[in-house]
Structure formats: structure tokens, C-alpha cells
């Protein structure tokens, strides 16, 4: 990879995606505590630590709910890729919150002069085969190391180092790390808070990450079977208008693998559906200053050859197209990275 490859440069639309991200925390933590402060006013120091608790922990928790779920919406509604473009910031602010939460953990421990119980707690080794009594404050600290480890590899020095399969492979452990909050959650505060609002809330949570990809895996079922072909082979691609403007539409060959069929106007390119950052679903991106962006990270690439602009060096592989009938079609063959295969429809 390119030592200076970096992401679309900063503008308008992420300034006002990050501010939105940070009022609305601000904006959940401040009602959160608010609502629980005049149901249950705290009487003492203690109380106030817990309120914090809580509301930091809410808040990590519904964070990481929508992040989950940004992948699957953006699959079933290509509107929903704002919320894409800078989900590493959110990623970031998330493990910053849930870091309070425990930062908060700790010093009710402390206002207690009981930071050994703390420790022994989590040593409590009798207590692990235990349902009621299990120490689950360990699984929400296992889950915060597992989310340090994300937030401290996201750079990427690291992706280029670890190689960008390994890279990936290491941070699908995000959902590991949802399954311990999860169980966090449920061994914990549904054990103490008896309030019917609490399971309610949480296993909607969970049942809607799971619905969401679900149903965004039965959407790619279909195209995972492969694209219908012609007679000689090449791929059906649909109508000129089929492609959205400054989208794409993507098409598999029976092998599985896919192409993104771009259009830019009247212009018409295919390229690989990888983008060379990080394997990137590069269909699900959109065209940005006449480049290709794609959606994880917004690399950029020219829908002419897939080259990445100047002074960048990637480059993509290429597919050849040809429209007969009003109908386009793509030849399922890649040509070698950087050929010129886009055409005018």
C-alpha cells in the first residue's frame, strides 16, 4: 500500500457527522441521568457515582447496538452510508464512554475504601459456576480490553502490518466483545433492577442486531448464487438506468466473487468489489468527486481504470463491459489492475 494513502480529506459533512455523534451522547447521558435522578434521587456521594454508572454504561451500550448495526442497514438501504463514512469515529467515542463506565466502576470502589473487593470479586473462582452471584464485572472488562485493542489497532500503521485479511479478522472480535457486554448486562444490572423497561430494552437491542443481519444475509443469498450470463459467458448486468447514478450495482460471478458496476452520468465502469484498503465492499460506496469512494474508509479510486489518483499506487482490477440492447453486461474475466474498461452507455 501507499505509505501516504489516507482517507477522503476532512469536510463539511464529517464535521457535522461528529458534532451530531457528540451531542446526541451528551444529549442520552444528560436524560439518562436526569430521568433516573428524579425517579430515584441519590442521598449521598455513592449515589451520584452510580447514577454516572449507569448512564455511561447505557450509553457504551446503545453505541455499540448502532454500530453493529450500521453494516446491515447501509446492505438493505444505500441511504443509510452517511452513517458508514465515519463509523471509526464512533467506534472511538464508544470505547471512550464505556472506558468512563468503568473508570466510574472503579471509584465507587475507591468512595467505599474497598478496592480489594474489587479484586477479589473477579478471583472469586467458586463464584464463575454460579448464575446468580457470577462475577460479571469481568466479562465487561474483557470486553473493554477486546475494544482497547480495536481502538488501538484502527491506525493504519497496523492494518498494513498485521496485512489487511489478518487486520480484518482481528476486529470481526467485535462481536465477541457484544456477546460480553451482553451477558454483562444480563448478569448484572438485570439482576439488580427488577424494572420490566430493562429486558424490554435489551433484548430488543440484541434482537434487532440479529434481525438487521439476518436480513441483510438473505438479501445476498441471491447474488451469492451468481448473476445470470449470456451464452458466451458474460454477466447481465440490467439496464443502463438499473445502475444508480453515482452508485453501483453489483453482480457475482458463479465462483462467488463480485464486481461493482459503477456508473458516473452516462459513463460506465467495473471494478473488483474489494477495495485494496482493507477488503472494503467498495458496491457499497458511491461516486465523490468523480472517484469511486468506498464506504468503510473512503479510499478513492478512478472509475476509468481503477487506479487510485496521484500520488497514490493502487490499483484495482478491472472488468470489461459492453452494452447490447440497452442492456449492459460485464465480461467476468478481470482484466490486469489498471487497465482502462470503462465505457460510455
Known amino acids: 500500500m501507499s505509505a501516504g494513502f489516507v482517507a477522503v480529506t476532512w469536510n463539511r459533512r464529517k464535521v457535522i457527522y461528529d458534532a451530531i455523534l457528540l451531542a446526541s451522547i451528551v444529549l442520552f447521558i444528560g436524560l439518562h441521568m436526569t430521568i433516573t435522578a428524579t425517579a430515584h434521587p441519590p442521598t449521598d456521594h455513592l ?28 446492505r ?26 468503568a473508570g466510574f466502576m472503579v471509584e465507587w470502589y475507591i468512595a467505599q475504601d474497598a478496592l480489594g473487593n474489587l479484586a477479589g470479586e473477579i478471583t ?17 472488562l474483557a470486553a473493554l480490553v477486546i475494544l482497547a485493542f480495536m481502538v488501538a489497532t484502527s491506525h493504519d500503521y497496523w492494518l498494513s502490518f498485521l496485512t489487511p485479511q489478518v487486520w480484518k479478522a482481528l476486529h470481526m ?42 436480513l ?18 458474460w454477466l447481465v448486468v440490467g439496464p443502463i438506468e438499473s445502475i444508480p447514478d453515482k452508485a453501483a450495482r453489483i453482480v457475482a460471478t458463479v465462483s462467488g466473487e463480485r464486481i461493482a458496476v459503477f456508473r458516473n452520468g452516462r459513463r460506465i465502469g467495473a471494478l473488483t468489489n474489494l477495495c485494496a ?5 467498495l458496491g457499497e460506496g458511491c461516486i465523490v ?27 484495482l482490477a478491472t472488468f470489461a463491459l459492453r452494452v447490447r ?5 460485464v465480461d467476468p474475466t478481470p482484466l490486469p489492475p489498471g487497465s482502462k474498461a470503462a465505457i460510455e452507455a
Open 325 to 329: 440492447d440497452g442492456i449492459v453486461e
Open 289 to 315: 468527486d468523480g472517484l469511486v469512494t468506498c464506504p468503510w474508509h473512503g479510499y478513492q479510486y478512478r472509475l476509468e481504470d481503477g487506479c487510485a489518483p496521484p500520488p497514490f499506487t493502487e490499483r
Open 173 to 214: 472480535l467485535v462481536y465477541a466483545a457484544y456477546g460480553l457486554v451482553a451477558m454483562h448486562v444480563a448478569l448484572g444490572l438485570m439482576q439488580h433492577d427488577r424494572h420490566p423497561l430493562v429486558p424490554l430494552l435489551f433484548g430488543g437491542s440484541f434482537a434487532l442486531v440479529a434481525a438487521l443481519h439476518l
Open 47 to 74: 449515589g451520584w457515582i452510580d447514577l454516572r454508572l449507569k448512564a455511561f454504561g447505557a450509553c457504551a451500550f446503545t453505541m455499540l447496538t448502532s454500530i453493529l448495526c450500521i453494516g446491515p442497514l447501509v
Open 277 to 281: 484498503h482493507q477488503n472494503g465492499p
Open 76 to 101: 438493505l438501504d444505500p441511504r443509510f452510508l452517511p452513517l458508514l463514512y465515519n463509523r471509526r469515529h464512533f467506534g472511538v467515542l464508544m470505547f471512550l464512554v464505556a472506558f468512563a463506565h
Open 124 to 140: 472469586a473462582w467458586a463464584d464463575y459456576g454460579k448464575f446468580i452471584g457470577f462475577p460479571f464485572k469481568v466479562l465487561g
Open 216 to 233: 441483510a444475509a438473505r438479501c445476498g443469498i441471491a447474488l451469492d448464487h451468481g448473476t445470470p450470463s449470456t451464452v458466451d459467458g
